[in-house]
């Protein structure tokens, strides 16, 4: 481009040089020209030297514009490619957000869904668990009616067991035992064994409807009660302490009272002189004789 430039100067100069040249040999040939004539002429020749400048100057603007222009192209086109590559890298990250972005919201709908199943799902574990609690509340109750009826069911065919059997010859039958009274008086001890024979032994009244059944035999009759181990404390025959009921007449068991005579009171009879069923037993020496009752339970 300088290149260019100082070629166009050293262009303008050798015109220069060449219309200075002209215009002296000009003035040499025609000396004779008026001085009007030689003023147009150097009039032309400095507009010649001006239009020269001008175009000279033009020549330089374009090659500039032109330079210049190349530059903005290239330019631009390097503009425009990284401005496709942005682009174009753009839309691939667009794409791909757009596809992040519905994975996004599919797993989002996922868990909404699997949310929702859980808590259904707890629901009906709950629902579950407290049936299961009442199945075995009622699980139990039932579990104990049924305990309850097989032990009713149990005494009923014992009961019918024992109503089916027939009472051996001098034997009655009341509830579950049979009893026999026997027809000769012996002591205590005596009546005891002859029970133990017939594989029974002396009653034991556990009831007010027993103690009334043996009064009714209305005999004076031992039964199976003694404090002949302690005195005071006194026990079946089949070794269980005397508890509730008891049944005792007025002022007994006195162990024979204030008077000598009497000795030591360690049996129980029946005692016929009265007539309260639950108020008849009396202690009294097991050496007297008595009637006896035997009882088997059946
Ligand atoms: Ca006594
Ligand atoms: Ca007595």
């Known amino acids: 481009m300088a290149d260019y430039v100082n070629k166009q100067v050293i262009e303008l100069k ?53 330079y210049n222009s190349g ?10 490619t990284s401005y496709n590559t942005l682009t174009e890298e753009r839309d691939q990250l667009q794409t791909s957000y ?8 599919q797993q989002q709908t996922s868990y909404n869904t699997l949310t ?15 049936k299961g609690e009442q199945l075995q509340t009622t699980y139990n109750t039932l579990t104990i009616e049924r305990d309850q ?37 012996k002591p205590w001890r005596e009546s005891r064994q002859d029970c133990l024979e017939r594989g029974a032994d002396l009653v034991i009244a556990n009831s007010d409807k027993e103690q009334e059944f043996l009064f009714s035999f209305n005999k004076r009759a031992w039964i199976g009660l003694t404090d002949s181990v302690t005195e005071g404390t006194w026990k079946w025959v089949d070794g269980t302490p005397l508890t509730t009921p008891s049944y005792w007449y007025l002022q007994q068991p006195d162990n024979g009272g204030d008077n000598p005579a009497n000795r030591k009171e360690d049996c129980v009879e ?25 009882e088997k339970r059946v």
């Not at 215009?23 to 020209?33: F, G, I, N, P």
């Not at 530059?71 to 425009?80: A, K």
């Not at 757009?98 to 919201?105: K, S």
């Not at 929702?116 to 407290?130: F, M, P, S």
Request: net charge positive.
């Open 98 to 105: 757009n596809i992040l972005t519905e994975e996004r919201d």
């Open 149 to 185: 009826l097989q032990k009713e069911r149990d005494d009923l065919m014992r009961k019918f067991s024992i109503l089916k059997q027939t009472c051996p010859e001098g034997w009655q039958k009341f509830e579950s035992s049979w009893y026999f009274l026997s027809t000769v008086k």
């Open 270 to 294: 029946l005692n016929t002189e009265t007539w309260r069923p639950v108020k008849a037993w009396n202690d009294l020496s097991c050496l007297l004789n008595r009637y006896w009752i035997c």
């Open 14 to 66: 050798e015109v220069n040089e060449e219309n200075q040249n002209r215009a002296t040999r000009s003035v040499k040939a025609e000396t004779h020209l008026s001085d009007r004539r030689l003023r147009l002429y150097r009039l032309a020749a400095g507009c010649l030297g001006v239009l020269c400048v001008l175009q000279v100057t033009l020549n330089i603007s374009l090659r500039l514009a032109f």
């Open 116 to 130: 929702k199943e859980r808590d259904q799902l707890k629901l009906i574990y709950n629902i579950l668990t407290k």
């Open 71 to 80: 530059n903005v192209t290239e330019e631009r086109d390097q503009l425009q």
